[in-house]
């Protein structure tokens, strides 16, 4: 098994571009999520997903979506990027709400 | 609303000396509680979880969390540090009153001293 995986690793734009962070998992989980970690704030839930075809907003949600077309995938689209989104991304998948996380590696993304 | 605080952002102890990184939570219901470990420019792994079981809760690589109602806080203990263990650990509540989503505290970053 992979995990959960996760690509680009690192990615740098410029203010407006547009770009997709892919995250997958092959663990047949239903639950997935994305967070963004920023210095002395801890994780904070983006988007989530509790099953293919299925979102919901979290904490942080503004200037992102998401998609869920397939149990493995939950990309997180950054529309019109903007430097307050520098951040590290984390994708996360869980075999449902209230059971353990399983993180990815993470992209950190910078918006100049 | 459910929240964590992790009452020092820092901590430094010398190898082999006991670890202590601190953690108090608001929760409206019996909540389940995590410690998560991050290594340097790595995703983050499970230490442990609470999830109304025994109180005090054993994880890998000798940490052990208490979970005390009373005082609402879940601390995370270790006898004897390595310095592997340098690392930003995280204490999370999940808790129904918010549809079992994870809230994080802001994390402990731990410098281990040869």
Known sequence: NAGVTQTP???????GQSMTLQCAQ????????WYRQDPGMGLRLIHYSVGAGITDQGEVPN???VSRSTTEDFPLRLLSAAPSQTSVYFCASARGRSYEQYFGPGTRLTVT | AQSVTQLDSHVSV???TPVLLRCNYSSSYSPSLFWYVQHPNKGLQLLLKYTSAATLVKGINGFEAEFKKSETSFHLTKPSAHMSDAAEYFCV???KAAGNKLTFGG????????
């Open chain 2, 107 to 114: 994390g402990t970053r731990v410098l281990v001293k040869p």
């Open chain 2, 14 to 16: 010398s190898e082999g």
């Open chain 2, 93 to 95: 509540v999940s808790g």
């Open chain 1, 26 to 33: 092959d663990m047949n989980h239903e639950y997935m999520s």
């Open chain 1, 63 to 65: 200037g992102y979506n």
């Open chain 1, 9 to 15: 690793k690192f990615q740098v734009l410029k203010t």
